[in-house]
C-alpha cells in the first residue's frame, strides 16, 4: 500500500521491533523480518497458519500457560477492541531444525487492535519483545542470586496472572446474573395495540460490560402504544438492577401522566432516589393510531427514528432535554409530535446500535438512515436482524444495544 509516496509494507517489513499481524481468528496475515528472525520461522512458516499450530506450548511442561494466557489477551482485544500489555511471560519455543526439543524464552507481548470502518476488529497487531537473553545475561554476571530473582519475578508474574483469571471468572459470573435479571425484565413482547413490534436486546462483550440499557411498551387508553427505550450509565449487576428499577417506574409514568414528556418528568423526580441512576437517558413516544400522531420526549437520547413510506427517514430531535438528574432543579421537559403513515415504521435504539470509538455521531446516524431507507419493505421482525447485522461489528460491540421497531 502506498500513500503520499511512502510504501508502508517496505516500512512494515524494515521496523526494528518485533510485529506480527493475525486475523480475528489468529492466523498470520503477515510478520516482519525482525519478528521471522526473532521466532526463528520463516514468513512462509507463518503466514496462512494459525498461531497455536506455529507456537504450541511444551508438551513436556505441565505447567507452562505461555499459549493460554497470550490466546486470552488477544481474545479480549478482539471483543473489546482495546490494546492489551501482558506481563513478562515464560513461552518456550520449540527448536526449527530439532523437532521435540525447546528452547526456554521469555517474551513481553503487546497487542494491538487495528478497526475496519464498522469499528469492528479486522487485524491484531501483535509486538513481541524477547528479553531471553537479558535474563539468561544476567544470570551469568550475578550467579545464583540473579537466578533467585529471576524465579521470583517469574512466579510473581504466575500469581499475577492467576488474580487477573480468578477476578476475569467473578465478572463472567455477575455477567451471567445481569444477563439473567435483564432477560427476565426485558421479555419478548407479544401483539401490541395494532402494530407489528419486533425488539432486539445484544448485550456488550466481554465479562465487563453487561449494561443498562432497557427498552418498554404499553398498551394506553384509546388504543395508544407508549414505546420507551433507555441507557443506565455505568456496567454491571448494579447497572442492571437500576435499571429495572427505571424501567418500571417509567412504565407506570406513562399510564397515567399527560404525555410522555410529564412521564419522564416524574422518572426524573424518581431517579434522584435511586443511586446510579444519575444521567441516565430516556426516550419516551406515545403513538395514536387514530390520528396518526407520535408525540415525544427525550431525557438526553439518541432521537428515535420514523421511517416515511417514501423512504426517507426522520429524527424526532425536537423534543430533546438532559439526561435524568442532570440539573440541579426540576424544570418541566420539552413534547413534540409529528405524524406518521400505514406503511411506515419508528425505530428506537440505545446508544450501542450507532456509536463508535473515534467516530462523529452523525457518521452512526447516517448509517443507521441508509440501513433503514435501503431496507424499508421489509416486515419488523426482518427489518429489527438486518438493522444489527449491519450496524453492529462483526466481533460483537463494547456496548449494550437495545432495539425497538413498531411497524404502522
Not at 530439532?98 to 501483535?126: A, C, F, I, M, Q
Amino acid at each position: 500500500m502506498r500513500d503520499s509516496g511512502i510504501d508502508y509494507e517496505q516500512v512494515f517489513r524494515a521496523l526494528p521491533g518485533s510485529v506480527a499481524l493475525l486475523r480475528p481468528d489468529l492466523v498470520y496475515v503477515d510478520a516482519n523480518e525482525a519478528f521471522c528472525r526473532m521466532s526463528g520461522r520463516t514468513r512462509e512458516q507463518l503466514v496462512g497458519r494459525y498461531l497455536f499450530d506455529v507456537f504450541p506450548d511444551n508438551p513436556n511442561d505441565a505447567s507452562a500457560t505461555g499459549m493460554r494466557n497470550l490466546e486470552l489477551s488477544l481474545r479480549r482485544v478482539v471483543a473489546t477492541g482495546e490494546r492489551d500489555t501482558m506481563a513478562l511471560q515464560r513461552y518456550d519455543v520449540e527448536y526449527p531444525d530439532r523437532p521435540g526439543e525447546w528452547d526456554e524464552r521469555y517474551w513481553s507481548p503487546v497487542n494491538v487492535p487495528v478497526l475496519g470502518p464498522d469499528g469492528s476488529v479486522v487485524l491484531l497487531v501483535h509486538r513481541v519483545e524477547e528479553v531471553t537473553e537479558l535474563i539468561r545475561a544476567k544470570g551469568g554476571r550475578e550467579g545464583d542470586h540473579a537466578k533467585v530473582l529471576e524465579a521470583e519475578l517469574y512466579t510473581r508474574a504466575r500469581e499475577l496472572q492467576e488474580v487477573n483469571e480468578r477476578l476475569r471468572q467473578a465478572h463472567a459470573r455477575e455477567r451471567e446474573v445481569a444477563l439473567s435479571l435483564q432477560a427476565a425484565m426485558l421479555p419478548v413482547p407479544g401483539p401490541v395495540g395494532r402494530s407489528r413490534v419486533a425488539v432486539r436486546y445484544r448485550p456488550a462483550v466481554g465479562a465487563l460490560n453487561v449494561c443498562g440499557d432497557w427498552y418498554d411498551l404499553a398498551e394506553l387508553p384509546g388504543g395508544r402504544l407508549a414505546v420507551a427505550v433507555g441507557d443506565v450509565v455505568g456496567h454491571g449487576l448494579h447497572a442492571a438492577g437500576v435499571m429495572g428499577q427505571l424501567r418500571s417506574a417509567l412504565s407506570a409514568a406513562v399510564r397515567v401522566a399527560d404525555g410522555p414528556a410529564a412521564a419522564l418528568d416524574a422518572l426524573g423526580l424518581y431517579a434522584r432516589s435511586v443511586e446510579g441512576a444519575e444521567s441516565t437517558t430516556a426516550v419516551q413516544v406515545v403513538v395514536d393510531y387514530d390520528s396518526h400522531t407520535l408525540t415525544y420526549s427525550s431525557a438526553g437520547h439518541l432521537p428515535p427514528a420514523l421511517l416515511h413510506t417514501d423512504g426517507s427517514v426522520e429524527f424526532l430531535d425536537q423534543a430533546t432535554d438532559p439526561p435524568l438528574g442532570a440539573r440541579p432543579e426540576h424544570i418541566p421537559r420539552p413534547e413534540a409530535g409529528t405524524t406518521f403513515e400505514e406503511g411506515g415504521a419508528l425505530v428506537l435504539y440505545t446508544d450501542g446500535l450507532v456509536e463508535r470509538r473515534r467516530e462523529d455521531i452523525d457518521t452512526g446516524l447516517r448509517r443507521l438512515a441508509d440501513c433503514l431507507t435501503r431496507h424499508g419493505s421489509a416486515d419488523a421482525e426482518r427489518l429489527a436482524d438486518t438493522v444489527l447485522a449491519e450496524l453492529l461489528p462483526r466481533a460483537g460491540n463494547s456496548d449494550d444495544t437495545a432495539v425497538v421497531i413498531v411497524r404502522f
